[in-house]
């Protein structure tokens, strides 16, 4: 029967009336924003926040309630392009291996001597002292070819008799790629997120470029820096024996390598021999964040290693007191001071000349870990808000006008039953717009598409619904008879429609990116709502109109 429980029809309305609720933020805001102009970003920071555009005490308690976030194309914002040299990649990967190398040949029990280690065509190659020990570095060297254990990523083969050479595989290349595109992306997100923006777009494009979409950034400069630094941080020793000429010339000693002074140090211009193996990467930092020392009274950022880098580091500090180490950002020297005393907390200072300003943005940079390689920028769009929110205003006046005419249709057709249905049409829009609140998503242009295409939807239900109860009458079927009947035949054919919407809406979503997967997300939630409404709102207020009037007969 059509009897609703007392209980059920008190859960029905908390239910829809909690989601109703939690989408008045959202129309507040879209209707007070249309008629007001942007703020212009924020030009104050402190040394301690970020410095980037922040909000102030009055819209941090707005935000606290959950709305609807708007995307590039109707709240405007900055569109970055980012792109990665895959022979960075290439680059890196040498490197590691020729550390991972030389550490497991020293290690070998006893160890294998080596000697003339050579990076030349993309391949690393070293003599081995005794022709004997080109079995036991097979060996040795076999597990680090293999990479992950499932497929081989270097090949090894001898040369003159004592040299071994590794060549990378294609397949390690294209893995080692794809990593370090995947972490790539990671790092964007996470510096991003540490602006305090909301719901920004990152998403990869073809095998080495990165789409980064900020909605409400108006001004890109500060991001396209802030993404564009790769934040590779490593501490490595000073070469003592290094000659002065010998640096200044390019000329460095073997086993050494020469890096420049950063162009905001004291020393611009001059250069450092430092020792290419043995140092500390930044990828052990754990927090990094801006201050200033307070015996010189300089801006500096203040970093903490986790415990695997902290006992590193305190072995680096403690063997080589008295000895300089250089500090490197991004392939320049920001600072080379000396060990005093072996530094044991973890911890340590990094200085050069900081302002407030590149501080903190040094701190997001290694708070959210470096990037695996270097992201430059091919292409930069920054979107004014001035057309989305003729959009917002347009798509408002679109379905104001279609819902009124909607609802004079529904009235004069079916009568109660179309105040019935129009009240449902205005709860599937409010729970919609409710459940894309609390679920923090972002609404774009196609997403009003699909906003008024599942408004559509909810009206065919009704419609269905209405019209297999007017047949059932015309039948000779009694109202009760006949309102229960239509309810359970109409709903049928409304399952089978959306089941099928809702399959297309998550392939839309799986298979598609950007604008088309904000069209399937607001289709496949409008979807359930407006069964949801038509089938159960509905159904529970006609009942509850049945119970309590008995009516002989109805009009439909």
């Known amino acids: 029967m059509l009897d609703t429980p007392l209980w059920k029809k008190i859960s029905l309305w908390v239910f829809t009336l909690a989601l109703a609720a939690a989408a008045i933020p959202s129309l507040i805001s879209s209707f007070t924003s249309s008629d007001e102009p942007a703020p212009a970003p924020a030009d104050d920071v402190t040394a301690e926040a970020p410095a980037f555009p922040e909000v102030d005490g009055e819209d941090e308690e707005e935000s606290s309630l959950p709305q609807i976030n708007l995307g590039l194309d109707l709240a405007g914002g900055s569109h970055l392009l980012l792109e990665a040299n895959p022979a960075d990649v290439a680059s890196q990967r040498l490197e590691n291996m020729e550390e991972a190398v030389e550490s497991a040949l ?43 254990g499932l497929r081989r990523e270097w090949d090894l083969s001898v040369v003159d008799g004592q040299r071994i050479v590794l060549s990378p595989t294609d397949a390690g290349q294209a893995t080692a790629l794809n990593s370090a595109m995947e972490g790539a992306v990671e790092v964007v997100r996470r510096r991003i997120d540490l602006l305090g923006t909301r719901e920004p777009t990152i998403i990869r494009q073809g095998e080495n470029r990165i789409v ?85 009274n300089e801006n500096v950022v203040n970093i903490q290693f986790d415990q695997q880098g902290g006992q590193k580091f305190a072995q680096l500090s403690t063997e080589n007191v008295g000895e300089r180490f250089a500090i490197i950002l991004d392939g320049e020297v920001i600072s080379a001071p000396f060990f005093n005393e072996p530094i044991l907390g973890g911890s340590a200072q990094i200085s050069g000349a900081f302002t407030p300003d590149t501080a903190n943005e040094l701190a997001i940079s290694l708070q959210s870990g470096a990037l695996p390689v270097p992201l430059t920028v091919v292409e930069e769009r920054t979107v004014g808000p001035d057309l989305g929110a003729e959009s917002i205003r347009s798509g408002l006046i679109a379905m104001l006008i279609g819902s009124i005419a909607v609802i004079a249709l529904m009235v004069a057709t079916y009568g109660r039953f179309g105040v019935y249905a129009t009240a449902a049409l205005v709860f599937n829009v409010l729970i919609l717009l409710g459940l894309m609140a609390i679920g923090n998503f972002t609404l774009t242009l196609p997403g009003i598409a699909g906003f008024v295409l599942t408004v559509g939807a909810a009206v ?20 009760i008879t006949a309102v229960e009947n239509g309810y359970k035949e109409a709903s049928r054919a409304i399952y089978d429609a959306n089941v099928t919407n809702f399959i297309a809406g998550v392939l839309l979503f799986w298979f598609g990116s950007g604008p088309i997967r904000g069209f399937a997300v607001v289709l496949v939630i409008g979807l359930a709502t407006s069964v949801f409404t038509a089938l159960t709102l509905t159904k529970m207020w006609v009942s509850g109109y049945l119970a309590a009037k008995r009516p002989k007969d109805i009009t439909i």
């Open 106 to 148: 020293r290690q070998a029990v006893p160890a294998i001597e080596f000697g003339d280690t050579s990076r030349s065509d993309g391949q690393l190659s070293f003599i081995l002292d005794s022709v004997a020990d080109i079995d036991r570095a097979r060996a040795v060297l076999e597990p680090i070819m293999m990479g992950d």
């Open 212 to 296: 980064v979409q900020v909605p409400g950034l108006q001004d890109p400069v500060a991001l396209k820096r802030l993404l564009g630094e790769t934040a590779e941080l490593e501490f490595k020793l000073v070469d003592q024996q290094a000659l002065p000429t010998n640096t200044a010339a390019g000329v460095a000693n073997p086993g050494s390598q020469i890096y420049p002074y950063a162009p905001e140090t004291d020393f611009a211009g001059q250069f450092e021999a430092v020792k290419r193996l043995g140092g500390i990467r930044g990828d052990s930092l754990i927090n990094a964040r801006a201050g200033v020392d307070p015996q010189t």
């Open 460 to 479: 065919d239900a009704n419609v269905l619904i209405n019209e297999r109860i007017r047949e059932e009458r015309k039948r000779g079927r009694k109202v």
